[in-house]
């Protein structure tokens, strides 16, 4: 009997905790929520369109170091790719920045970077070009970003020539650098990504709508 009666006390606080739990409301809320979610998603996405847009222009470059005869090509390539770690970090300075606009060849708009202040520039610069190694080959890969196609592909350019002629100075003589991929423009802009805004904006609006129903239920 005793036994029996444990286990009508454990349905009965299993029913009572299921009819109660948050899971429960939130399920018999979901039309609010969506609601929500549906409209943070839809301001998430007029927000992004009044953004400028802009494209990307990617670029690679093949680091090769001058090493002594019985180096092995892990070591190479690690070596590489420490190489590539390090010029990433320069392509952001006032320095690489200079050597980029001095270029010969590249018709570059750079009155907006002009008219800022030294670190607004600086801050501008490191959106506007950046670089990362692609691990396990020894490249490095050169973005350069614009509101204007030509413009991205023209910065990409002169950034990967600069560094081609002149990345010297940072990494040493032992280390040359050869471009395997010239500047490849995106089809659509992709800055700020317009897909991934909407779902953030989508899953904050549901967080959000629980939050508030689950509070004003237990609060």
Do not use: C
């Amino acid at each position: 009997m005793r036994t029996e009666n444990n286990v009508y006390y454990r349905y009965i606080i299993f029913l009572h905790f299921f009819m109660h739990s948050p899971v429960r409301i939130l399920i018999k809320r979901k039309i609010f929520l969506l609601f929500v979610g549906l409209s943070v998603a839809i301001l998430s996405f007029l927000v992004t369109i009044i953004m400028p847009l802009e494209y990307r222009a990617d670029a690679d470059l093949l680091i090769i170091s001058k090493t002594r005869y019985g180096v092995d090509p892990y070591t190479v390539i690690k070596s590489a790719e420490r190489v590539g770690e390090n010029l990433a970090q320069i392509v952001s300075t006032d320095d690489f920045y200079k050597k980029v606009i001095d270029q010969p060849g590249y018709n570059l708009d750079t009155e907006k970077l002009q008219a800022l202040s030294p670190r607004e520039r600086r801050k501008k610069w490191g959106k506007t070009v950046n670089a990362s190694v692609v691990f396990g080959t020894g490249i490095l890969r050169v973005s350069a970003y614009n509101e204007n196609n030509e413009q991205a592909n023209a910065f990409a350019g002169a950034a990967v020539d600069a560094l081609v002629a002149q990345g010297w100075e940072y990494v040493g003589g032992d280390v040359t650098m050869k471009i395997v991929n010239r500047p490849v423009v995106t089809r659509f802009p992709v800055r700020p990504n317009m897909i991934v805004n909407v779902v953030l904006g989508f899953i904050v609006g549901v967080l959000l709508a629980g939050v508030l129903v689950l509070r004003k239920r237990f609060l």
